[in-house]
């Protein structure tokens, strides 16, 4: 199971930006399909984005606002959020899968990623 490193949290206004890191300090994350969650009080559990099979993919409210990356070279997948909003308050996960199990449509089935990360905390005041 791989092991994940988030960081990059913390507390922004509205409007403001963040990026998220996932790094994977004894795996080359560069193999794995990752995802990234979120989970805010009282709610399940959603993706946000992923980058999975050669592509990358975003919820809808996300879209246009949040981007994936990779840089092989660190190993390590971001996610830069911008122009971000109250709602986008929550803790944030990154998770991994080394088979094709994320791939398509699948990729926001939380079932399908074998690895997670802790969360780090997102707080967008307005």
């Known amino acids: 199971q791989v092991q994940l490193q988030l960081s990059g949290g913390g507390s922004v206004q509205a409007g403001g930006s963040l990026r998220l890191s996932c790094k994977a300090p004894?795996?080359?994350?560069?193999?794995?399909?990752v995802g990234w969650f979120r989970q805010a009080p009282g709610k399940e559990r959603e993706g946000v984005a992923a980058?999975?099979?050669?592509?990358?993919l975003y919820a809808d409210d996300v879209k246009g606002r949040f981007t994936l990356s990779r840089d092989n070279a660190k190993n390590a997948v971001y996610l830069q959020m911008s122009s971000l909003k109250p709602e986008d308050t929550a803790m944030y996960f990154c998770?991994?899968?080394?088979?094709?199990?994320?791939?398509?449509?699948?990729?926001?089935?939380?079932?399908?990623?074998?690895?997670w990360g802790l969360g780090t905390q997102v707080t967008v005041s307005s």
């Open positions: 998770a991994a899968e080394l088979s094709d199990r994320a791939c398509g449509d699948n990729w926001r089935m939380q079932r399908n990623y074998d690895g």
């Open positions: 980058s999975a099979c050669g592509s990358l």
């Open positions: 004894e795996s080359n994350i560069g193999v794995y399909s």
